[in-house]
């Protein structure tokens, strides 16, 4: 689909989320509620958010280990680029510019490192429905949380079967491949027949039972490290909800980012937060000014990090996203 069109669709879903999330609230009870919150609760809203980064960027590392042995610092850094990227860039741009970045700075196949985001995005889904499923053992929420997590497992399901068969079926999936592209010029097949090649490298990563468990544990500790930023600020809205809401957060608005939407993700996270909160009885007006800071104190910092590292790497983001893998 054309990127135009995409980014119009991610724009009017950010337009109707936004809708969604302030319809029914009082703004005067949202700004004097945001008012009464201290500052610094900033700091550990933000830090466990950079914890839960550089948890992700060693579990990228592992997963890039089949491909290249890369350090740490070096997943993190393209991590924080990828972060400013989707913050700035419409339906998640950053990712390409997240493959981009590794694969300029660690001389990696991009088709190859886009492959491992992928594959990564499947597994965020799994811890994301394996603390859903400890919530929902706790909690009786309504049946639309069920229903999301239905369709999230379903959708999770299906990422999980297509890698596998990509994986296991390599000469299958290329025979097919070349099938379809029979009647492109002879140059634009062996071009699209490379760049298939190298995306299938990337998923070299599901060949090894030990590693993809130690890619599971690192992605539910990924999300619990951002679970410690959510119940930062549930300390410093004072809620009285119980501590494990702050996974509820998580889980809640961790689904609704996954919806296409305009740059940093605005409006999908104000309904998620918003709603994750309503199913504790928060009252409309404090979960709309819980998710309004929530989503300003990280969306600042990890933005200005992002492009302190674009600048380190001294490249440029709009080629990064025009790019080629």
């Known amino acids: 689909m054309n990127r135009r069109i995409l980014t119009v669709i991610g724009?009017?879903?950010?337009?109707?989320a936004l809708v969604l999330a302030f319809r029914g609230t009082d703004i005067h009870e949202v700004s004097r509620s945001l008012r009464e919150v201290g500052i610094l609760w900033a700091v550990p809203v933000v830090g466990g958010t950079i914890l839960s980064i550089w948890v992700r960027a060693y579990r990228w590392k592992v997963m890039l280990e089949p491909i290249k042995i890369i350090p740490t610092g070096k997943t993190y850094s393209a991590t924080m680029?990828?972060?400013?990227?989707?913050?700035?860039?419409?339906?998640r741009l950053g990712e390409l510019v997240r493959a981009y970045s590794i694969g300029r700075s660690s001389a990696i196949s991009?088709?190859?490192?886009?492959?491992?985001?992928?594959?990564?995005?499947?597994?965020?889904?799994?811890?994301?429905?394996l603390l859903l499923g400890v919530m929902l053992l706790r909690y009786s929420f309504a049946p639309w949380v069920e229903v999301t997590g239905y369709l999230a497992l379903g959708v999770c399901a299906g990422?999980?079967?297509?890698?596998?068969?990509?994986?296991?079926?390599?000469?299958?999936?290329?025979?097919?491949?070349?099938?379809?592209?029979?009647?492109?010029?002879?140059?634009l097949r062996e071009k699209a027949e490379g760049l298939l090649h190298r995306f299938l490298d990337g998923l070299e990563v599901l060949g090894n039972w030990r590693r993809l468990l130690r890619i599971t544990a690192l992605s539910v500790l990924t999300w619990l490290a951002m679970a410690s930023s959510f119940y930062a600020a549930i300390l410093a809205f004072h809620l009285a909800v119980p501590p494990d809401a702050s996974l509820v957060l998580v889980v809640v608005c961790a689904l609704a980012v996954m919806l296409p939407s305009g740059p940093g993700f605005i409006g999908t996270f104000e309904v998620g937060a918003r709603y994750g909160l309503m199913l504790f009885k928060v009252p409309d007006d404090v979960a709309l000014s819980?998710?309004?800071?929530?989503?300003?104190?990280?969306?600042?910092?990890?933005?200005?990090?992002?492009?302190?590292y674009l600048w380190r790497e001294n490249f440029s983001l709009r080629r990064a996203v025009e790019s080629e893998a």
């Open 11 to 16: 724009l009017l879903t950010t337009g109707v």
């Open 81 to 91: 680029i990828g972060f400013m990227a989707n913050n700035v860039l419409p339906m």
């Open 110 to 129: 991009k088709s190859s490192a886009f492959a491992t985001i992928v594959v990564e995005r499947a597994f965020d889904l799994l811890a994301v429905l």
């Open 159 to 187: 990422m999980f079967g297509i890698m596998g068969l990509l994986r296991w079926k390599r000469e299958v999936t290329l025979n097919l491949f070349r099938l379809v592209l029979r009647r492109l010029p002879e140059a």
């Open 290 to 308: 819980y998710a309004l800071f929530y989503h300003v104190v990280q969306f600042i910092p990890i933005t200005l990090l992002g492009f302190y």
